[in-house]
């Protein structure tokens, strides 16, 4: 019985209370501020020892840590109250935690730079309350009191740092020493991220803690040592009713070190927040995905991009390095933030991973875009079946005429098979460049098909119709077409030209598949190319990046331009040909903050008597090359400074 099945159940008069047999898995209600997911509360469940709230910032997860705290010190309380064991504490550290060290170690609360003296922290009334700090100094308030707790730590601190701890009150406070072989130093001249594990060390092995919260437990910690982090959490998680001395670690993070993440079943564990619009997605232990082998091996090598688009709320799945390199400066050169729309690019290992991998992002509430390489669609039916219920997708079949994604596949994939088979010497000039047609280790009749499809769709439409079955084949092409556009709706994006490789530049060097040198050589020059070529040649690539990154382009220009029209509007209220600096100046004070990016002087001489500026662009932030310029006041104000801020 857990413990709210326990409260669920109260024991009759005279009957001793029923000991609960486990605290996990632990159903809660965490209620949140209006402003987040509507309001009311969120329903999540700890399952293990370790739970691990994931997501962007503004996203919500420090204000339901806060409410989790408070769920699981109610949850301590009623085990104390059924079990007659001793009252446990749940323990928050905020991501601020270091912030009474830090004063003294810099200029943070005045310009005058660090304070000088050893920091000293606390008081000696707040030691029966040190559980109810959110930062380190409840825990140096332990590590004083407990020489057991203490050397608990420094056993760690030794064999990592060679460092050990001396707690000492003073008038001021407690002061904390370092001492190593060489030498000894007050904490506020170590690195923070020592102090940082000193501290997450003591609350995680205070067995007067039955529950621990640690908002972002990576601040400050290198890679290798969150890892060691993660590893001691493990030590201590666990169920505090089944295991004594074990308690509840809740955790949130921004690290792919902090992800305790190594088998399916882990996956129930992490909670993922997306925006302040969108409840939290825990996935359900039962969930029917778990039970799927191709998913579970998937989780269990799991590489970096992938740690990292757990994270994310988009997630752009492409065919390798090369598609992951193009796609990356695509996505810079059009001024599309994949990082500021919270989207991931992770290249998958052939075209057969992307369904499961797809799956996996999908089961945490992802939106999942994929940009394909032509092969993945003609080979089999796997790329569509993936996409086949996703609303877009299916909206866009209908809208075609046909029931089902799989009932357009189908048909098609068999019309053009028969034609391939039987046409195929009037396509193949077409065809027989294509590289689809070198690949030794694929069967020549798949190879014909990939190279028919790409001639198919990459073809003029009048080279199509000079050929004998020309009208047959230019209907076979606008099916494809409708194909690939349900696809796109569902966020799939395939690369109709064949592979990544197939629009780079016909002067790049290697211009093979997988070679992720030949991407760096063709994305070195997207800097320089005409944009119009760019988007002939990678129009499939563009769609996806666009689908992935929804955040709009960065817009300076949009505050200036309000800026500058204000000012110009404000000023030739008053221009006259005589109109000297002085008055220019006054009439621009009304607009305070534009006077502070742009200079005026009257121009009205060198435009023949036609009331004139001429506008400077002062601040050094921002450069234009259409500044300085001279605007009339009887020009269309609005369509001239949008050409000058353009």
Known sequence: MSVDQAALHPPQQNEPPARPASMLPLPLHIPVAPHLYGGGSVPLTLHKGITVLLGPNGSGKTHV???LKLALQSALDGLAQQSGRPHLKARFLAAGR??????????????????PAPAAVGHTDYRNRRHDFESLVGDMLALRERADLRFKVEARLQALFRRRLRLEWTQSGLVLTLVSPQNEYPANTEASGILHLIGLLAALYDDQVGAILVDEPEISQHPQLQAFLLEEMRRVAGDPVRERGKKIVVLSTHAQGMLPLRRIDDLPSLIFFADVHTAPRQVSPDAGELGRRRLAALVTRLGGSHRAAFFATRVLLVEGPSDEIVVGALAARFDRSLGGSGAEVVPVTGKGEIPETARLFRLMGKRVVVLADLDALADDNALVNA??????????????????????????????????????????????????????????????????????????????LRLPHG???????????????????????????????DCFRPDTPANTTGKPEAAADEAATFPEAPETDLR????????????????????????????????????FQVLKPGTGADEIALAAAAHHEAG???????????????????????????TRPTFPAIVRRDQNLHAEVERLLS
């Open 98 to 115: 270091s912030a009474p060290f830090e004063h003294f170690r810099g200029a943070l609360t005045d310009p005058g730079g660090a304070h």
């Open 596 to 622: 502070q990016l742009f200079a005026l002087e009257n121009a009205t001489s060198e435009c023949g008597g036609a009331p004139a500026l001429r506008v400077r662009i002062t601040s050094p932030l921002f």
């Open 471 to 501: 009208v047959e084949w230019c209907a076979l092409r606008n099916r494809f077409g409708a194909l690939l556009r349900a696809l796109e709706a569902g966020g799939c994006f395939v690369l109709r030209r064949g592979t990544i490789e």
């Open 536 to 571: 002939q040649r990678y129009a499939d690539v563009l769609r996806a990046v666009e689908r992935a990154a929804t955040a709009p382009p960065i817009d300076e220009n949009a505050f200036l331009r309000f800026q500058l029209a204000s000012l110009l509007a404000g000023v």
């Open 387 to 464: 996409f086949a219920e996703e609303a877009g997708t299916k909206a866009a079949a209908i809208e075609a005429g046909h029931s089902k994604l799989a009932a357009m596949d189908g048909a098609l994939r068999t019309a053009f098979a028969s034609a391939v088979s039987e046409w195929w010497a009037e396509i193949a000039p077409l065809a027989l460049g294509h590289h689809y047609l070198r690949d030794a280790d694929v069967p020549a009749e798949k190879a014909s098909r990939r190279a028919a499809l790409a001639a198919l769709l990459s073809a003029e439409e009048a080279a199509l």
């Open 65 to 67: 840590l806060r409410g």
